[in-house]
Structure formats: C-alpha cells, structure tokens
C-alpha cells in the first residue's frame, strides 16, 4: 500500500482538543466491525490515577497508545504522555520542594486490566 492509496494527512498539529465523543452507538458498531473482521475483539482498562498522573506531567497534551506484546506473549498497550510539541513524555525538569532543580522519569504505562467486550449488547 502506497501513501496515494490512503488519505494520509501529514504534519498534524497535536493538541489537546483531539479526539470526539462519538456516542454508544457508533461505537459498539466500530467494536462489532472489527470483531467481524478479526473474530475477537477485547478492551483494556486504565485507571483513573495514572491517566490523571500521565495528564499531569508538565506540558502533556494528551497520550499515545501503542499496541505491544508483553513479557508472556499476549497482547497489550502501552501509553505515553505528548508534550505540545509531540514529542513524548520520556524525561522532565521540576522544582523539588527545597527549590533544586531536578529530573523526573516520564510516566510510560502498561498493565492494563484485560476486559473482553461483551457482544451481548444491543447493537443497532
């Protein structure tokens, strides 16, 4: 496949008012197209505390998710804090509270809870 058999956009600009609110609805029916194409489907779980941890570092935008393969073989993703500049979020400066100045490892995050999509819902 070449770039001009896709409509492939170049050099967009991160920001943090990326991403939509699609609705239940188009959503189920995305999960069930790809469960349609693959014969399985599944989810992983992020909690709250380290999105809010990740979102938190200085200068983060948002969050990459990357597709990976953990150390037992099996599927799983793992996220990366983007600063404003789109680059990730691997190392940063912050004032300690006697005022040095110091660097702090960026937050990568794995583990994620597995939580298999149920295609019992109604889908319309």
């Known amino acids: 496949m070449t770039k001009m058999d896709?409509?492939?956009?170049?050099?967009?600009?991160?920001?943090?008012?990326?991403?939509?609110h699609i609705g239940f609805e188009l959503g189920a029916r995305l999960i069930k197209n790809y469960h349609d194409l693959n014969g399985k489907t599944a989810s992983h779980f992020v909690g709250k505390d380290i999105l809010s941890k990740m979102l938190n570092q200085p200068d983060c935008i948002g969050?990459?998710?990357?597709?990976?393969?953990?150390?037992?073989?099996?599927?799983?993703?793992?996220?990366?804090?983007?600063?404003?500049?789109?680059?990730?979020?691997?190392?940063?400066?912050?004032?300690?509270?006697?005022?040095?100045?110091?660097?702090?490892?960026?937050?990568v995050a794995d583990r994620l809870r597995d939580d298999s999509w149920s295609l019992n819902w109604t889908l319309v």
């Open 6 to 20: 896709v409509n492939v956009q170049e050099n967009v600009a991160l920001h943090a008012g990326i991403g939509e």
């Open 63 to 107: 969050i990459n998710i990357y597709k990976a393969i953990n150390e037992e073989g099996s599927q799983t993703y793992v996220l990366v804090g983007v600063d404003s500049t789109g680059k990730k979020i691997l190392e940063y400066s912050q004032i300690s509270a006697e005022g040095c100045l110091e660097s702090q490892e960026g937050i």
